[in-house]
């Protein structure tokens, strides 16, 4: 099965892990579960895409007014193959 690579501030805010963590799709989605039924009224704002060699940034203001930029790289098979996010 494959996996998502994933560094963001918000793994160690929701599930208290610092660095790189591994997700397959189940995974993810209980990931993504947990972060918005942590903050319910999560949005975001997009204010710039920027787009690379297999990849794309997304900068954009969250619910709480933080500019983040999360970069997306993509595999052979047009997957996301990990992503991060600095803010």
Sequence with gaps: ?????ITSPV???VLGIEGMAYFGKQELKRFCDKVFSAVPKYSIHV??????MRSVTVHYLDSSSR???ETMQFSQGRKIASSSALC
């Design 11 to 13: 793994l160690q805010e």
């Design 47 to 52: 204010m710039a895409v920027t787009f690379g």
């Design 67 to 69: 500019l983040i930029a």
């Design 1 to 5: 099965m494959p996996m998502i690579a």
